[in-house]
């Protein structure tokens, strides 16, 4: 049974920085993409950043030079360090898992097979 287990949400004023990891078990963590998404109240879920098995990114245009995907295959575990966080960065941020092993590594959440159940990031202005 595949598990992704988001930890480190929080608030945190505008500029400030938080760390997402995602611990993965029951799945086989090397051969596909993984990613982190995102959804706001009201809003659509979006993809944030993405990694493929040789550590190639993606990121959505709104994070690049401030978000940082990076993943430690010894610990099965996703990151996403975020730093110079806005308030139109609050949302509910998930990871994902098996997604196709594309280039770039997609940010389509309808792409991913396994989810998350999101850690709640804020961010007050």
């Known amino acids: 049974q595949v598990q992704l287990v988001e930890s480190g949400g929080g608030s945190v004023q505008a500029g400030g920085s938080l760390r997402l990891s995602c611990a993965a078990s029951?799945?086989?963590?090397?051969?596909?993409?993984m990613g982190w998404f995102r959804q706001a109240p009201g809003k659509e879920r979006e993809g944030v950043a993405a990694?493929?098995?040789?550590?190639?990114?993606n990121y959505a245009d709104s994070v690049k030079g401030r978000f940082t995907i990076s993943k430690d295959n010894a610990k099965n575990t996703l990151y996403l360090q975020m730093n110079s966080l806005k308030p139109e960065d609050t949302a509910m941020y998930y990871c994902?898992?098996?997604?196709?092993?594309?280039?770039?590594?997609?940010?389509?959440?309808?792409?991913?097979?396994?989810w998350g159940q999101g850690t709640q990031v804020t961010v007050s202005s």
């Open positions: 994902a898992a098996d997604g196709p092993p594309s280039t770039p590594p997609p940010l389509g959440p309808y792409e991913y097979n396994y």
């Open positions: 029951g799945y086989t963590y090397r051969t596909a993409c």
């Open positions: 990694i493929d098995l040789d550590g190639a990114t």
